[in-house]
């Protein structure tokens, strides 16, 4: 009984120290983010990308040294939306705007790939401001909506300095925006009506180590 005890001991010992080594070898490095976002609400009466609001985030990346692949945890401040335009073609010359803004929480899986970055992952959005703007005239439009915007993205990123690069990322909600109706079916809200699509541009500053020291193949 003695000798499994100390045995147990030491074994436990061993994890802790392998932990702690694999601890050691983790890299943390931050930034922030600036940019503009040109969203649609897929399932309403506008279609293309005509909505432009800002994009701001701050961002900290987390990876083994030896690593060519990391974890990025960000919070985001992005406004959504939709516009629609005048189709003086066919006679229609009326407009409107939604405006929706969120705070995001986005957990990524990112990649190198020599000094350019691609990654994935899901976001949780937290709806700010919901407003509509008719012929000039707005209204708060929060009560027909979800509080919670749960979607999926991907991005592209490349380096313009040693610590400075641009990304461009797309993002879509996986589920409905618009609350369910009373008495509908489960799994109704992912048979979405109404959805965020977004396409983002942006600039970005990494502090620490450089990015083109930073990121390595293996």
């Not at 990391?70 to 992005?78: A, N, Q, V």
């Not at 409905?176 to 977004?198: C, H, M, T, W, Y």
Request: aromatic letters at 10%; proline letters at 3%; one cysteine or more.
């Amino acid at each position: 009984m003695m000798r499994a005890g100390t045995l147990l001991l030491v074994l436990s010992l061993g994890c802790g120290v392998m932990t702690a080594q694999d601890a050691a070898r983790l890299k943390f490095n931050g930034g922030v983010m600036a940019g503009f976002a040109a969203s649609q609400v897929h399932g309403d009466d506008a279609s293309g990308f005509n909505k432009l609001g800002i994009d701001v985030a701050s961002f900290i990346d987390v990876r083994r040294s030896d690593n060519y692949w990391g974890i990025r945890l960000e919070m985001r401040y992005i406004q959504k939306g939709s516009r629609k335009t005048p189709n003086i073609e066919t006679g229609d010359y009326s407009t409107w705007v939604k405006h929706l803004d969120y705070v995001e929480i986005p957990v990524l899986l990112d990649v190198n790939l020599g000094r350019y970055q691609v990654g994935a992952g899901l976001y949780g959005g937290r709806l700010m401001r919901a407003e509509e703007n008719i012929s000039g005239a707005w209204s708060d439009i929060s009560e027909n909506l979800r509080l919670w915007d749960i979607g999926g993205l991907w991005y592209g990123r490349m380096p313009l300095s040693d610590h400075a690069f641009l990304q461009m990322r797309m993002s879509s909600s996986i589920l409905s925006l618009d609350k369910p109706a009373e008495g509908a079916q489960p799994g109704s809200q992912f048979r979405s009506r109404l959805q965020n699509i977004v396409a983002q541009l942006g600039v970005g500053w990494t502090f620490g180590t450089p990015a083109t020291v930073r990121y390595k193949l293996p």
